[in-house]
C-alpha cells in the first residue's frame, strides 16, 4: 500500500476545445499517477451528473482533496473510491462532479500501479477473466448527436473480428476508414468529421451501409480476415413523441424492433448498441430474444454503467452486453462493480471512450485487465490513437 501525498486538478482541454478535468495524484515512494476525464455528447438520461470545470475542481478541492491527502492508499482503490463517494455525498455525484471524481480515482489506480512497477492492466485485472486484448470498434460513418446532418443512425462502426492481433485490427480499421473516405469522394460526397473522426456525409442510412460494407470488402480482401459491422443507434436520440423519428419516416416500436432484426440478419451484424430507447426494457428483451444469439445487444443509455439499471436489465432479459464508460458512473470501482455483474449474468462487457476524449488511456488497460471482447476508440484521431496504440504496446508487451 501506499498513502496518497498530494492531489491536484487542473483544467485541460477535451477533443472538442471544452474544459475537462486533470488528476494528479502523488503517493508516498514517489508513486505517481495522471488521469483526465471524457466528456459525451449523446448521454443517457441516468449518467452522473458533470458539472462545468472550474466548479468540479473547486467543489473536489473543497470537498474531497482533504480526506485523500494522508488519510487513504492509493492501492486500495475501493476505499479511493468510496471517499470520492462520500465526499460528494449524493447519489449521482452532483456536488463535486463525476468528471473530477473519475479523473482522481483513474489517478490513484496509475500511482498505485507505478509504486508496484506494474502495468495498469495487472493492477486492475486480477479478478476476471485474464488479460486478452480485445477487438477495437473503429467509428467509420456517423451522424447523429456526433455529427449534425450526417446520418441518423449515430455511428457506423468496423469490427475486425478475424485480425490474428490487435496490431492486425488497429491497422485495418485504419485502413477502412480511409477507404471509406476515397469511396465517398469517388461518388462526388463532400464529407467532414465527427466528433470521434467518424465520417459524416449528407447520405441515407442505406447509402452508409452500401458504402462501409464496399469498404470492408476491399479491405478484408487485401488484410486476408474478417472484418464486420457494428452500429450505434443511439435509438434515444431519435425518440420522440412514441416513435422514433428517421427525418420524415416515422417507426413505432414494433417497427423499429422489425427494423433492427433486419438489419442484423442483412448485414451480419457483429454489435448493435441502443437500438432502442433508453427506458424501454420490454423492447429491449423482445429484440434480445429475436436476434441474440446472433449479434451482441448492447446497453448504453439503457444501463449507464449503473448496477441497478444493468439488474433491471438481466430480471427482464434485456439486451446481452453492457457499454462501460467509467464517467457515467464515477468511479472505477463502480464501472468494475458492473463489469462483474454483467459477467456473473453472462453479459459482454464493451469498454469505450466518449465523443469528447483526451490522451488519457485508461479504458485501454480497463478493457485488456476485465477481458473484455471489444473496446470502443474511434480509428482516427490523437486522442483516440492514444487508446489504440496503448492496446499495441500491451499486447506486444504482455
Known sequence: MTLITDVQLRKVLDSRGNAT????????????GR???????????????????????????????SRLVGQVYAGDQRMVDRTLTAADGTDDFSRIGANSAVAI???????????????????LGGTFRGSDVPTPLGNMIGGGEHAVGGTHIQEYLSAPVGAPSVSDA????????????????????????????????????EEAFDVLESAIAEVSDELGFRIEIGLDVAASELFADGSYQYGDNTRTTDEQIDYIAELVGDHELAYV??????????????????????TLICGDDLFVTNTDRLADGIGSGAANSILIKPNQIGTLSAAFDAIELAVENGYEPVISHRSGETEDATIAHLAVGTAAPFIKTGAVGGERTAKLNELIRIEDTA
Open 35 to 65: 488521469a483526465s476525464a471524457p466528456s459525451g455528447a449523446s448521454t443517457g438520461e441516468y449518467e452522473a451528473i458533470e458539472l462545468p470545470a472550474d466548479e468540479a475542481i473547486a467543489q473536489a478541492r473543497e470537498h474531497a482533496v
Open 273 to 294: 448498441e441502443d437500438p432502442l430507447e433508453e427506458n424501454d426494457y420490454e423492447a429491449f428483451a423482445r429484440l434480445t430474444d429475436r436476434v441474440g444469439e446472433q
Open 170 to 205: 488497429v491497422f485495418a480499421n485504419a485502413a477502412v476508414h480511409q477507404t471509406v473516405g476515397e469511396l465517398l469522394s469517388d461518388r462526388g460526397v463532400t464529407a467532414n468529421k465527427g466528433d470521434e473522426g467518424a465520417w459524416a456525409p449528407a447520405i441515407t442510412d
Open 21 to 32: 478535468v486533470e488528476a494528479v495524484v502523488h503517493t508516498e515512494r514517489d508513486g505517481f
Open 105 to 123: 480515482s483513474m489517478a490513484a489506480a496509475k500511482a498505485a500501479a507505478d509504486v508496484l512497477g506494474a502495468p495498469l492492466y495487472q493492477h
